[in-house]
């Protein structure tokens, strides 16, 4: 079991328990309690409700607090090779409002060792996680990764990786401490002693090594590391443990371990310098932007790569806008050369880092057998609420065409305004009460007296981002040309999703097609030879592209692009022109 203590005076517990029998066969869940009033009183424990609470029988779970509101729940699945991640926000009911992720997934990467650990004054709220493959038993590859550091950065929402330690080093039983004094991330396991080359298998019980690696690039040397507990009266060294919270000159470090064989329990204990490394404390800016060339509206994603832990970040953006999030998304509106800057600052300092972002003016609108495209609007919402409004585009008329896509957050149901017809009618994204998210579209032919705004009614309070696009010379008895096709990468690790080919009907369709993605900050790029009409910039990202085809026939296949892995649905069809 491990706990933590959350932002508003809650207590947090986890673990994972068997049940069954050598007959029927054991299961294993993960479980999670909650006290409101720090540990006083406790609630009934629960199953983690999300979509894979259940691992092998010896699979483990951990607890932290990050990010100065959240709770994160990490567990070992070998039944799956995943590490799953599993976030809450402080406040929420705590059996319900889980957000569920790979941290790690893929053929021997989970294995039944793990260790979470956070900054509580890092205000970009990243988690650190140690955990261990199963390489060695998949492979005799002994260059492969068999301890891990996972990190979590909430910004972008995704995991980093790094080897901590190879098979061929033998090594087991990871444990981390984060070192505030020297920004280094102190890595502890256990392998066999200084004098042993090699080993029986991964976790034979010996010395206790550390290594070390930079918290802003974590790049660990290779080998075992240092022994810091390793005794000829005591070969059998093993377990380590270390403390939940940072170090730093004040605390020092201290890791203890125990030899069951011995019957002996060791420790290191240790200063840290007084003078925190690297010299010239203040952060060296430094960030990546993509795209940073591109048609207006050019939607932009921020990334900072800054050194020597800065504690706030403040982004101008070129042409007015402004942001003070680590890593944030911009949309530009108009064509121009745009400056983008950020600072970074903290206790010591700051300095700054530009980028040039380049925009173009949008390209006319396409020409397609008498479609033409009028405008397009786009809207979202960051907060859970019951209503989707999408604005009517500038100048749309009665007999033009309006195509709709919404993307809402976990699995609320979407009730369309009269007269409205579903293209995608809830294409599931991993979608579950408590994470994932559903991906809408619609159409409609617009009357001669139709509202201002539309608005679609959500089943239960979700965020949301969706877009409207209209267009002229549509069929307006059938307005679609082609069945609907659909394509879903739900793994998390996506980073393009091709969509397959439809035949159209008609000379001088026009292509049309979308993505919804279980994700707030926009990553996609539309097809070659598509015209991108919008991307929803927060809430749940939608997008929307369209491109010409002037003979009927097959179209070939259409692939979106993403700059960074997520779970993904895509859907294609064609509109009729009138004549």
Request: aromatic content about 8%; glycine content about 10%; proline content about 7%.
């Amino acid at each position: 079991m491990t706990i933590d203590a959350d932002s508003i005076g809650g207590i947090w517990a986890t673990w994972t328990q068997v049940g069954g029998n050598s007959t029927s066969g054991f299961t294993n869940t993960v479980y999670v309690n909650y006290s409101s009033n720090n540990g006083a009183t406790w609630g009934t424990p629960f199953v983690l409700p999300v979509a894979s609470p259940n691992p092998a029988p010896d699979d483990i779970s951990a607890v932290v607090a990050f990010g100065g509101g959240q709770i994160g729940v990490m567990w070992s699945d070998q039944r799956t090779d995943t590490m799953w991640w599993a976030t809450h926000a402080d406040g929420k009911p705590a059996n319900s409002n889980w957000k569920l992720q790979p941290a790690i997934r893929g053929n021997g990467q989970a294995d039944d060792h793990l260790n979470l650990k956070t900054l509580q004054a890092d205000t970009s709220g990243r988690v650190f996680a140690a955990v261990k493959t199963s390489l060695n038993d998949t492979s005799s590859n002994k260059t492969l990764p068999q301890l891990v550091l996972l990190v979590f950065k909430p910004g972008t929402g995704a995991f980093t990786q790094s080897t901590i330690a190879t098979t061929g080093d033998c090594v087991s039983r990871p444990q981390i401490v984060l070192d505030t004094q020297n920004n280094l991330v102190r890595a502890f396991h256990t392998a066999p002693p200084t004098s042993v080359s090699g080993c029986a298998f991964s976790g034979v019980a010996g010395s206790i090594y550390e290594k070390t690696a930079s918290m802003d690039n974590p790049v660990f040397g290779s080998g075992r590391g240092t022994p810091i507990m390793q005794a000829a009266s005591s070969s059998n060294i093993n377990d380590v443990t270390t403390s939940k919270q940072s170090v730093n000159n004040t605390t020092g470090l201290v890791v203890m371990a125990s030899d069951n064989v011995a019957k002996r329990y060791w420790f290191s204990d240790r200063p840290l310098g007084g003078t925190p490394p690297p010299a010239g404390q203040a952060p060296v800016a430094s960030f990546t932007a993509n795209p940073t060339t591109g048609t207006a509206p050019l939607n932009v994603t921020f990334t900072d790569t800054s050194t020597n832990t800065p504690t706030s970040w403040a982004w101008d953006f070129g042409d007015g806008g402004t942001a003070t999030i680590q890593n944030p998304a911009h949309s530009y509106a108009a064509a121009g050369t745009y400056t983008a800057k950020l600072t970074a600052t903290n206790s010591t300092g700051s300095s700054s880092a530009t980028a040039t972002i380049s925009v173009t003016s949008t390209p006319p609108p396409p020409t397609s057998g008498g479609i033409t495209v009028v405008n397009a609007n786009t809207a979202n919402s960051g907060t859970a609420v019951t209503t989707a409004s999408l604005a009517v585009p500038a100048g749309t008329s009665a007999g033009d065409v309006l195509v709709a896509a919404i993307t809402v957050d976990l699995n609320p149901g979407l009730t369309a305004p009269a007269g409205w017809t579903a293209i995608v009618n809830g294409q599931s994204i991993n979608s579950s009460s408590t994470s994932g998210a559903r991906a809408y579209a619609f159409y409609k032919v617009v009357g001669p007296a139709d509202p201002a705004t539309y608005n679609w009614t959500l089943s239960s309070a979700a965020k949301w981002g969706g877009g409207i696009t209209a267009y002229r010379g549509v069929n307006n008895t059938a307005p679609l040309d082609s069945p609907v096709v659909t394509a879903a990468d739900t793994s998390y690790s996506a980073t393009s999703i091709t969509v397959g080919s439809i035949t159209t009907a008609t000379n001088g369709a026009m292509l049309i097609g979308g993505v919804g993605c279980d994700c707030s900050a926009p990553v996609v790029t539309a097809p070659s030879g598509w015209t991108e009409r919008w991307e929803a910039a927060a809430g749940q990202v939608a997008e929307q592209a369209d491109k010409p085809q002037a003979t009927a026939g097959a179209s070939g296949t259409a692939t979106w692009t993403l700059s960074a892995a997520r779970a993904i649905v895509a859907w294609r069809t064609a509109l009729k022109p009138a004549a």
